[in-house]
C-alpha cells in the first residue's frame, strides 16, 4: 500500500481512444468507437500571475470585505471577512480582468469560518464588477471552477490539501454502518501498485464485513495520469456501471484482479452490449473530470487517504500496515 508517483500530466482522453488490437483488447471498431476526446481542457488555458498588496491595478472595492459582502448579496446568516486579491487571471473575454480573492467565508453551518478563494471580474475601467459562472460553451468547462481549482494548487504546501475529493465522484464499498463517516481512498489503477494498494484495501474491508465487524464505507476515488490507456477505459466503464446499477466496485475489483484477461474489455463486448456503452459514455468525463481536479491540485503520489465529510474532509497519513488500516477502517 505504498505511495507511487502520479503524473502532472492531465489525463488526454483521446489517448483512450487509442486502445488497438495491439492491445489485444480493442481495435477500431472498439473502445474507440465509444469515447470522446475530453472536454475539461488543461492549465494551459489558465494565465494567473501574484498581486502585491500594493498594485494600483487592482479595484479598492476588492479588498473591501464589507463591499464584496454587499455586492454579493450576502445575508446576515453569510459574511466574507479579510478579503485580499492574490491573483490576476487573464480573461478569455477581451476587455474583462479576472481577479482571485481570497477571504474569510462565515455562516451558520460554518461558524468559526473557513478560507475560500473567489473570482471576479472587472472591465478595464475598474468601474464594473462581473459576478457568477463564466461558462466556456465549446469545450464545456466553467472556467471559475478552473481557475479556483488552479490557484488552490498553486498555493497548497501539500497537493493533498489542494484536493476537493468531495467534489469528486466515486464509487461506495459499503460498510457495517449507514451512519458511519465514510474515508475517502483516490487511487490510480493504471500503476500495478495501485493496483494492489486497491485489492488490498478492499479484501481488508470485506474481510471485516465477513468477520462481523463494521468497518466504516470507503469512497473509492479514481484518477489517472493518462500513461495508462486500458486501465483509463477501464476505470472509466467502472464508473459508468456505478452510475448505472451500483456495480462499480466489483467492475473496480475484477480489472484489478484480471486487468487485460477482463471480459468486458473485450472489442466484441464494446461493439454489442448496450449497457456497457452507456457505461462507457457516463463514465469517461467522470474519470477525466477527477484527474483534471488532480491535475490543477498538483498532485505527486498516490493513494491519498481522506478522512471526514462535506468541508470537513482533510488528508490523513496513508496507513503502513494491515493493522493500521484496520484501525482507521474499525474508528
Known amino acids: 500500500m505504498q505511495s507511487k508517483p502520479f503524473s502532472r500530466t492531465l489525463i488526454n482522453l483521446a489517448l483512450v481512444a487509442s486502445l488497438t488490437a495491439a492491445t489485444g483488447l480493442a481495435s477500431a471498431a472498439g473502445i474507440s468507437d465509444f ?23 487592482v479595484p479598492d472595492w476588492l479588498r473591501n470585505s ?107 464499498l459499503k460498510g457495517g454502518k449507514s451512519k458511519s463517516i465514510p474515508l475517502t481512498f483516490v487511487v490510480d489503477l493504471g500503476p500495478d501498485a495501485g493496483k494492489s494498494s486497491f485489492l488490498s484495501v478492499v479484501g481488508l474491508h470485506q474481510s471485516l464485513v465477513k468477520s462481523g465487524a463494521s468497518p466504516r464505507p470507503i469512497r473509492i476515488v479514481p484518477v489517472s495520469a493518462g500513461k495508462d490507456e486500458l486501465s483509463t477505459g477501464a476505470m472509466a466503464i467502472a464508473m459508468g456501471y456505478e452510475r448505472l446499477s451500483g456495480e462499480g466496485v466489483e467492475k ?52 491519498l487517504v481522506y478522512d471526514g465529510e462535506g468541508d470537513r474532509v482533510k488528508p490523513v497519513p496513508l496507513p503502513n500496515s494491515q493493522a493500521d488500516w484496520k484501525a482507521l477502517l474499525l474508528k
Not at 475484477?254 to 471480459?263: D, I, N, P
Open 66 to 172: 464589507d463591499r464584496l459582502n454587499a455586492m454579493m448579496g450576502a445575508s446576515a446568516d453569510a459574511r466574507l471577512e479579510n478579503a485580499k486579491v492574490i491573483r490576476k487571471v487573464e480573461s478569455p473575454i477581451p476587455g474583462l480582468d479576472g481577479f482571485v480573492v481570497q477571504a474569510d467565508s462565515f455562516s451558520s453551518e460554518n461558524p468559526e469560518g473557513r478560507q475560500e478563494l473567489f473570482v471576479f471580474y472587472t472591465d478595464k475601467s475598474r468601474r464594473y464588477l462581473v459576478v457568477g459562472m463564466m461558462i466556456d460553451m465549446e469545450k464545456d468547462r466553467d472556467m471559475n471552477q478552473l481557475v479556483e481549482r488552479y490557484v488552490r494548487g498553486e498555493m497548497a504546501d501539500n497537493p493533498a490539501r489542494a484536493l476537493r475529493p468531495q467534489d469528486m465522484h466515486a464509487m461506495v
Open 252 to 303: 473496480l475489483v475484477e480489472f484489478a484482479q484480471r486487468g487485460r484477461s477482463t471480459s468486458w474489455m473485450e472489442p466484441t463486448r464494446l461493439k454489442k452490449d448496450e449497457k456497457l456503452k452507456r457505461a462507457v459514455g457516463t463514465g469517461i468525463f467522470q474519470i477525466d473530470e477527477n484527474s483534471t481536479q488532480a491535475l490543477l491540485a498538483r498532485l505527486t503520489t498516490l493513494p
Open 35 to 57: 469515447l470522446q476526446p475530453s472536454k475539461t481542457g488543461s492549465t494551459a488555458a489558465i494565465k494567473a500571475t501574484e498581486v502585491s498588496p500594493n498594485d494600483k491595478d
